[in-house]
């Protein structure tokens, strides 16, 4: 047979594989999405965005419409352009992201098991076994517990980069070298992790080759250029774009998310709940479902042990450099403290010497995703194992054990049917007047109503539906979520509590949201939803319009115009001298630096707090900066007066809601936004600050305060 009937078989065999194990994605694939409405959506809405980029020159690709009005938020999660750069045509024919999605899910399959047969095939020099190897790669366990995660699926590019690095130090081409950094590229560009997980064992294999080959370093090093350009020019604007969101936004993984992301010795005979044949076997779950296949695991065993004692057997060389890729990637996916059945083994991973020493590693969270790299070698090893069982058996029984060894490690890999979630490009058919009628507004951002970041699934639909309506959204869910979002979207939020909705609106105002688009059958505490649509609908000060659609509204909120803060040097805090009506004793806790400190009124708020603060001498105070920190975000006063008691009496400079104040300051830092109101001239003695809401559960607290006074030049 011919290599290019060979490849037009395995491709054609591989997508039949594809099709069934995908099941029954196939009989809906502009309509349904494999596992649920959540990771799926991301990634179609990923791959609709990167296509839209790429007809622009990929001209501001990283600032996606979600997240509004933070930049670069398409890094917040996997940018998915390696896959991309493959499906753009059809997003463009169709205009169908699903549909896009789905043919990028099945082409997953094929890819992976097409790459390690390719990779199998080299190193055994055999079909029968190379197959087998394949099947594995494309149906292990793992696969079903990322379903919902395509650039976990997508790991075809692995085993041929390490293909291209064996023929290049087999028969050395510099264009196979090239071949590998451009493989190397293409899964980099799929999943960020593998910008570094696939340096391990393609650092180990190409040391392992040159050592065995003794290839001049000379030549080795002249072919290297070439294939280090190309690598540095694809990833560079790429690693400085993740590099900028890490330096803006804090992005980096915690010690605790590292290590509870790490694998467990016992994740390795953990399997997810939805195989047929293994069911919920262990006690991992997510991902911590690391089973390879109880087949796939002997079949490696038997190439390991075909091998022991018998250094001289064809392939072994191979066999000995992958189960160091295996040891060494099982090792690493223990993460910074291993662990066994749930105990600590006692000592560090070498991985915590790699969170220390390599740049950007920090940001990835899982490092149990190394199993995939753990996989691979295992199927290459089955690959070596199951050429050595063939060969014990006679020529007319081989097609039948390589059948029957395929078969059985599908079966180990099976969840068909798949869950498949139902889901309309064009959007709810319930929405669609009011995205059409959102679509032909100006260009400005817009809010959906309800948010929460509980059920993120209606958030990832909103997301999805940019494409629809072409508008910038607050909401969002990804890799990372905004702290902005957090916000709105969790306890704390104006949004959830009653009375509060026009408050909330003003605060959308004040950074910059166009329109409000409120969902009010997807409210499951109506009374909020009915407060929100009323302040819509009676507010004309914040809205300027608005028409409904059904059970959807679409509102037009005013600009709102708020003053620059002026030139102003900072009161020293040694210049006030501060009085409460509550919790005297905190309030030096207002000026010591500590962020982490706080006054606090130590009851709820009642609307008879208040803090005074008595200056050394006249001064005109033009800005009062009142901090907050995460702990008490729903902290802030409801209804805040500012007054400066002057020579002639007391002097109103302030009185309304500072939400606006507060939403600007955590777009500054999410951690500790500081709420920043600018006043009018004054003469003050004294500045005073009353509470005068309520809420029943949040206290009030103010973690730092400074006033600020205008300066010479201002």
């Not at 909330?504 to 329109?515: D, E, N, Q």
């Not at 009185?655 to 709420?675: H, I, N, Q, S």
């Not at 607290?701 to 300066?711: A, D, K, T």
Request: with cysteine.
């Amino acid at each position: 047979m011919s290599r290019r009937a060979e490849a037009v078989w395995i491709l054609l065999g591989f997508t039949a594989l594809a099709l069934v194990t995908t099941y029954p994605i196939v009989l809906a694939p502009a309509t349904r999405l494999a596992g649920d409405l959540g990771d799926p959506l991301l990634t179609a809405w990923t791959l609709a965005w990167d296509a839209d980029r790429l007809r622009h020159a990929l001209r501001g690709v990283w600032d996606a419409p979600n997240f509004f009005p933070y930049r670069h938020t398409l890094l917040y999660s996997d940018h998915l352009l390696g896959i991309a750069i493959f499906t753009a045509p059809l997003q463009w024919l169709t205009r169908n992201a699903v549909l896009v999605y789905n043919t990028a899910f099945i082409a997953s399959f094929v890819l992976a098991g097409a790459g390690m047969y390719v990779l199998a095939r080299e190193l055994t020099g055999r079909r029968d076994a190379a197959i087998v190897a394949g099947v594995a790669f494309a149906c292990q366990p793992f696969r079903i517990s990322h379903v919902a995660h395509l650039q976990w699926l997508m790991t075809g590019w692995l085993p041929l980069s390490l293909w291209a690095l064996h023929r290049y130090f087999r028969a050395p081409r510099g264009i196979t070298l090239l071949a590998c950094a451009a493989f190397f590229v293409l899964q980099a560009t799929t999943a960020s992790y593998f910008t570094y997980f696939a340096l391990l064992p393609l650092a180990i294999a190409g040391a392992w080759e040159w050592r065995r080959t003794r290839a001049p370093v000379a030549r080795v090093a002249g072919d290297l250029v070439p294939a280090v350009i190309l690598v540095v020019a694809v990833m560079a604007p790429i690693a400085r774009g993740y590099y900028e969101v890490r330096a803006q936004q804090g992005l980096k993984r915690t010690a605790g998310d590292i290590t509870a992301l790490s694998a467990d010795v016992g994740d390795y005979f953990s399997t997810p709940p939805r195989l047929a044949l293994w069911g919920a076997m262990g006690r991992g779950r997510g991902e911590h479902e690391l089973f390879a296949g109880a087949l796939l695991m002997l079949l490696a065993a038997l190439g390991l042990a075909a091998c022991f004692g018998r250094p001289g057997r064809p392939g072994c060389p191979d066999v000995k450099l992958y189960a160091v890729i295996l040891v060494v990637a099982f090792v690493c996916s223990l993460g910074p403290s291993p662990t066994a059945w749930g105990h600590a083994l006692g000592v560090p991973g070498p991985y915590a010497l790699l969170l220390r020493i390599v740049p950007g590693l920090d940001g990835l969270r899982a490092a149990a995703r190394l199993a995939v790299v753990v996989q691979m070698a295992l199927a290459v090893l089955a690959a070596f194992g199951c050429a050595w069982l063939v060969d014990g058996v006679s020529t007319n029984a081989r097609a039948i054990v390589v059948a029957t060894l395929a078969l059985l490690i599908v079966v180990e890999g099976w969840a068909a049917p798949l869950t498949a979630a139902a889901f309309n490009p064009d959007g709810p058919s319930e929405d669609r007047e009011a995205y059409a009628y959102l679509k032909t507004l100006p260009a400005g951002a817009a809010m959906e109503l309800p948010t929460s970041v509980e059920q993120v699934e209606p958030e990832f639909a909103y997301q999805f539906m940019t494409l629809a309506h072409g508008h910038r959204i607050v909401n969002g869910h990804s890799g990372y979520v905004t702290p902005l979002v957090y916000w709105l979207g969790g306890g704390h939020s104006p949004l959830r509590e009653m009375g509060r909705q026009g408050d909330a609106v003003t605060a959308l105002r004040g950074i910059g949201v166009r329109y409000l688009v409120v969902h009010r059958a997807a409210y499951s505490d109506r009374a909020l939803a009915d407060a929100i649509v009323n302040v819509i609908e009676m507010d004309t000060q914040q809205i300027i319009a608005h028409r409904s659609f059904g059970n959807t509204t679409v509102a037009v909120l005013a600009p709102l115009d708020e003053p620059l803060p002026p030139a102003t040097a900072m009161i020293p805090p040694a210049a006030i001298q501060a009085h409460a009506s509550h919790s005297e004793d905190r309030l030096r806790q207002l000026f010591d630096g500590d962020p982490d400190s706080r006054w606090i009124s130590s009851h709820p708020q009642t609307g008879d707090e208040w803090l005074q603060l008595d200056l050394d001498r006249v001064r005109d105070v033009r800005v009062v900066r009142l901090q907050l920190g995460a702990r008490s975000f729903g902290d802030y006063p409801r209804d805040l007066e500012i007054a400066a008691v002057e020579a002639e009496g007391t002097h109103m400079l302030f009185r309304g809601t500072v939400l606006p104040y507060f939403a600007r300051g955590l777009l500054l830092d999410g951690d500790y936004p500081w709420m920043e109101i600018v006043l009018p001239e004054n003469r003050a003695r004294s500045i005073r600050l009353r509470q005068l809401g309520s809420a029943s559960t949040f206290f009030w607290s103010v973690h730092e305060l400074r006033l600020l006074e205008r300066s010479s030049g201002g």
